[in-house]
T-cell receptor, first 108, second 112 residues
Framework: SQQGEEDPQALSIQEGENATMNCSYK?????LQWYRQNSGRGLVHLIL?????REKHSGRLRVTLDTSKKSSSLLITASRAADTASYFC????????FGQGTTLQVKP | KAGVTQTPRYLIKTRGQQVTLSCSPI?????VSWYQQTPGQGLQFLFE???????NKGNFPGRFSGRQFSNSRSEMNVSTLELGDSALYLC???????????FGPGTRLLVL
């Protein structure tokens, strides 16, 4: 069963716009991780945020975590066509459980 | 540093056969996890190994098994293949349990 649920399932934006993806989960976590996957290839790790952290940045990526609401968000600023991919949140509870993912399309 | 490698990359089998997939982790990584990805079920955790011991297991039937060797390389085996086993099988390694996982390119298995 999936621990994380992501919203929206699909997102289409223009280059230069910001993209926000949300993830909700059900149980207590050790950390929450975001991954990107291009066209059925292997996953690429983006950010890990621990349960005692509220916000983390990496380049154009910003992740927030609200453990009281059991939710996280991933913001990609100034998106590029190369950001087109599926994005997954994964909660670490002794094992890594992935959400269903958000498919992001960035149009040039 | 070389990334996670998986062999073979593509595989076609028929129902009832068995298959063994191999994963070589990043040098120094002692934890290896396996996942199955299908369009219907998404990414599902199979099992995790650390120091040759299975530390965690997902909700898959006993036909799915794995092992880890002393050099941290891992194999997973699926016996008595079913059509529904067609999937992308991903392996990931990490320095320790619960930390950032680095994924290989996957093995795409097609069961006919």
């Amino acid at each position: 069963s999936q621990q994380g649920e992501e919203d929206p399932q699909a997102l289409s934006i223009q280059e230069g716009e910001n993209a926000t993806m949300n993830c909700s989960y059900k149980t207590s976590i050790n950390n929450l991780q975001w991954y990107r996957q291009n066209s059925g290839r292997g996953l690429v790790h983006l950010i890990l945020i621990r349960s005692n952290e509220r916000e983390k940045h990496s380049g154009r990526l910003r992740v927030t975590l609200d453990t009281s609401k059991k939710s996280s968000s991933l913001l990609i600023t100034a998106s590029r066509a190369a950001d087109t991919a599926s994005y997954f949140c994964a909660t670490e509870t002794g094992k890594l459980i992935f959400g269903q993912g958000t498919t992001l399309q960035v149009k040039p | 540093k070389a990334g996670v490698t998986q062999t073979p990359r593509y595989l076609i089998k028929t129902r009832g056969q068995q298959v063994t997939l191999s994963c070589s982790p990043i040098s120094g990584h002692r934890s290896v996890s396996w996942y199955q990805q299908t369009p219907g079920q998404g990414l599902q955790f199979l099992f995790e190994y650390f120091s040759e011991t299975q530390r965690n297991k997902g909700n898959f039937p006993g036909r799915f098994s794995g092992r880890q060797f002393s050099n941290s390389r891992s194999e997973m085996n699926v016996s008595t293949l079913e059509l529904g086993d067609s999937a992308l099988y991903l392996c990931a390694s990490s320095l320790a349990l619960g930390e950032t996982q680095y994924f290989g390119p996957g093995t795409r298995l097609l069961v006919l």
